[in-house]
């Protein structure tokens, strides 16, 4: 085990202690017709069962059932009554950052912002995450009207935060914490808010980056001056705040955040956390999320930060739009000199220093971990161990962070209190050893500014989390990748400790970074196209998604400088403006994904967990993952003797949203590895929201050696629209 995820183990053990009880989530079947209230069901159960658990939440929406703090004899005493079908220990989430929140930046997003979105007044985008700081420009709301009519939220008061703290644009703000008292201790008011105030900034980052309003000027001390705004700069925000500066969220409290954002009928989800790849019936986010989809609310969740480890996802569910990240076309380099005369590219957020005063000059040079005397140097950090601070009070003058095996492959531009620069660890190594072997070493730092224009860009950020997917091999995940990199938004703003300072903007890496773009982009089409399903949001955005940079070349993977695959990117970079038009759909109802599960093999008991209804698979009925109409193909390889002809059939229905038009198809692949070919090869649409089905017959060459991946796409096209699905196959190992 790696000293990085023995820490995050501990850390995990802390902050999700197990006392004898625990927090569990009680599972129940519906509630009978005859009851009206579920508070009083949940109660009823408590009583017959003579159990003293504290019932920390009765949902209504998100599950069919509780949460309570329940011993394990309890737990057995439940499961004896037949209404319960499942009582499952609730899992800690953690946030989906990839460093610590202590960067700072500037820049300008919108060229990824560019539609029309006056009618977007009427979508709410719910964020469930550490909550918000009210007072950000961000979070302005002049030139608003009142909320719309449809909202039902309320903004609760807490420690430093009244009910005058939201406004047209943050129009709720709750707080759920019960499950994390329950399970760590009292919420740390030295530390936290206990209300929706964000202090770890996570929250308010994620949100503005969403649908924050244009903030002009966001630009920190001359340094490119620039426009910070969300992706849907005129929709609402609710905030749920279910995490906390510690970074983890309970399982129960984000279940209650869930509960809460559909019953205020929020359009669109933003979740910025998770935690491995669950089964979906053990995932809380799952089954949240399939009961606010099936609301109509659109629900994106992040990839996770394990990449570039493969099958390193979480939020694969089916229902979800899984969220990988990518790089944007903007950098900050700075370079180090060394005494010896080498220099090492990096990158840098600079603080407090103008463009007129861009250098430090040869100075001695020291090794932070040695400690000493640090004033007039500028001092050698490594990346993973950022947290040993080096303040302004040191006297240092700058700090080179040098990337360490712990750090992965991203140089991430660091902000700081001091003028600082991240190098990758090869130049790390190189440096430490300078700094390690030469009796007076010296350095220069030179800071170029801010960079746009960058090639090729996006890149695939190396941590961003990849396939293939081993809860459901047959569905592609990540769906496709968003803006996750040196992400500039809002952030707390408090404190007048100089090495806390945070002046309200800062930048931030994470798939937690391109969450928040995908959901603010999902906002603005549901404001174009309010009868959408979620399922055809996503549709829209996987299908007209690029999968080429701005060289045209194919979206690069950091982690290796080849390109990258759909395991890596889905259906490639996010492209929003043809989003709105994208000519047909792959729509999916709450049928198909209760289908799917029947085609997955879960359990009526499973099912019923997940779907919050008795349902039955129809025995009579042929359930296939391969039908289900996911914009994607991904195909696992199994038994090459079975089926007979090698030949894998995938059937898909599209519905024509742009109206009348002839579509002809086109495919991409390895022929070597497979054909593929498609019955009908030519559709028909003769009006608007008509559907049509093809078959997709993969035949495949069973001689490939084991291990192998081969990847391709399938397009249909009418001349105006292009309608892209990424092919993926895997034969077994
Ligand atoms: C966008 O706004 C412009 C100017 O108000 C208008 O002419 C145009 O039709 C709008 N486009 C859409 C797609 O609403
Ligand atoms: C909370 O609000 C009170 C009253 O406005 C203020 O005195 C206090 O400094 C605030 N605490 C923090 C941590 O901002
Ligand atoms: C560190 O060195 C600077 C000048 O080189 C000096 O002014 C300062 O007193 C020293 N600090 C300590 C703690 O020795
Ligand atoms: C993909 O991006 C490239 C580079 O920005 C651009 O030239 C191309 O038109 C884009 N393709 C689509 C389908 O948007
Ligand atoms: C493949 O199928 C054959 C014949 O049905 C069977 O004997 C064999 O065990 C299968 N292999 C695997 C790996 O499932
Ligand atoms: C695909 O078709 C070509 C031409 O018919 C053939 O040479 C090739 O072997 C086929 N590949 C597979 C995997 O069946
Ligand atoms: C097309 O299919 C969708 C579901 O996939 C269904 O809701 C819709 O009614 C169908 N439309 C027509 C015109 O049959």
Redesign the pocket.
């Known amino acids: 085990m790696s000293f990085s995820s023995a820490i995050y183990l501990l850390l995990l053990m802390f902050m999700c202690a197990s006392s004898e009880r625990v927090t569990n989530i009680v599972h129940m079947a519906p509630m009978p017709s005859v009851m009206e209230d579920k508070h009083t069901y949940h109660e009823l159960l408590i009583r017959k069962a003579s159990i003293s658990a504290e019932l920390l939440y009765s949902y209504k929406h998100a599950v069919e059932g509780f949460a309570a703090r329940l011993t394990p004899d309890e737990v057995e005493s439940l499961l004896l009554h037949p209404e319960v079908v499942a009582v499952v220990p609730e899992i800690c989430y953690k946030l989906q950052t990839t460093r610590s929140p202590f960067f700072l930046g500037l820049d300008d997003q919108r060229e990824y912002f560019t539609?029309?979105c006056?009618s977007s007044d009427d979508v709410i985008v719910g964020v469930i995450d550490t909550g918000v700081w009210p007072e950000s420009e961000s979070f302005n709301d002049k030139g608003f009207g009142p909320a719309p009519r449809s909202w039902k939220g309320e903004c609760e008061e807490g420690t430093n935060f009244t009910a005058s703290l939201c406004n047209q644009k943050l129009i709720g703000a709750r707080y759920l914490y019960k499950g994390f008292e329950a399970e760590n201790f009292p919420i740390d008011e030295t530390q936290d808010f206990k209300s929706p105030r964000d202090s770890n900034g996570h929250g308010t980052h994620t949100s503005s980056t969403a649908a924050g309003t244009a903030v002009k000027e966001a630009s920190f001390l001359g340094y490119a001056p620039g426009v910070a705004s969300g992706m849907a700069p005129r929709a609402r925000i609710a905030i749920y705040k279910a995490c906390w500066y510690s970074g983890y969220c309970m399982g129960s409290d984000i279940l209650a955040a869930m509960d809460k954002a559909i019953e205020d009928k929020v359009n669109v989800l933003s979740i910025s956390l998770g935690l491995g790849m669950l089964k979906y019936d053990k995932d809380s986010i799952a089954i949240g999320a399939l009961a606010a989809v099936e609301r109509g609310i659109f629900v994106s969740a992040s990839a996770g930060n394990d990449g570039p480890s493969k099958s390193s996802l979480v939020n694969v569910a089916p229902w979800i739009t899984t969220v990988g990240a990518g790089t944007v076309d903007r950098d900050f380099p700075a370079m180090a000199i060394l005494g010896n005369g080498r220099s090492f590219a990096g990158f840098s957020m600079l603080f407090k220093r103008r463009r007129s005063d861009l250098t430090i000059n040869q100075v001695p040079l020291v090794y932070a971990p040695l400690g000493g005397n640090f004033s007039g140097k500028i001092v050698v950090v490594d990346m993973g161990r950022a947290n040993l601070v080096v303040d302004t009070k040191s006297g240092a003058l700058g700090i080179i962070y040098a990337n360490t095996a712990l750090d992965g492959i991203e140089v991430i531009a660091r902000y700081d209190v001091l003028p600082s620069l991240a190098v990758d660890k090869q130049s790390g190594d190189e440096i430490r050893d300078y700094v390690l072997k030469e009796s007076n070493p010296t350095a220069m730092i030179t800071f170029e500014g801010t960079v746009i224009n960058v090639k090729p860009s996006p890149v695939v950020a190396g941590f961003s989390s990849r396939g293939p997917n081993t809860i459901t091999p047959e569905i592609l995940k990540p769906d496709l990748i968003a803006p996750g990199v040196n992400i500039i938004a809002a952030w707390t703003g408090s404190g007048s400790n100089p090495d806390l300072f945070r002046p309200g903007f800062s930048i931030q890496s994470g798939t937690s970074m391109a969450c928040p773009h995908l959901s603010g982009l999902a906002a603005l089409l549901k404001a174009?196209n309010p009868k959408w399903s979620p399922a055809a949001l996503r549709s829209a955005l996987m299908t007209t998604a690029n999968g080429s940079g701005n060289d045209g070349k194919p979206i690069l993977d950091s982690a290796n400088r080849k390109p990258s695959t759909p395991f890596v990117h889905g259906a490639g970079h996010v492209s929003p403006v043809s989003a709105?038009t994208p000519g047909l759909i792959y729509d999916l109802t709450t049928e198909d994904y209760l289908g799917f599960l029947c085609a997955s093999d879960y359990t009526s008991s499973q099912i019923k967990i997940i779907a919050r209804r008795d349902f039955t698979c129809d025995p009579k009925k042929d359930y296939r993952i391969a039908d289900f109409n996911y914009p994607s193909f991904a195909v696992r390889i199994h038994n090459h003797s079975r089926g007979g002809d090698g030949a894998y059939r995938y059937t898909r229905i599209v519905t024509s949203v742009g109206g009348a038009g002839t579509y002809t198809v086109k495919v991409v692949s390895d022929k070597k590895a497979v054909n593929i070919s498609v019955e009908p090869e030519v559709l028909e649409f003769k009006q608007v929201n008509e559907n049509k089905s093809y078959t997709v017959t993969f035949t495949v060459n069973p001689s490939m050696p084991s291990g192998t991946n081969s990847f391709g796409g399938i397009e249909w096209s009418d001349g105006r629209h292009v309608v892209r699905s990424p092919v993926a196959l895997s034969w077994p190992k």
Request: aromatic share 0%; hydrophobic share 40%; net charge neutral.
């Open positions: 539609s029309n006056s174009a709105l």
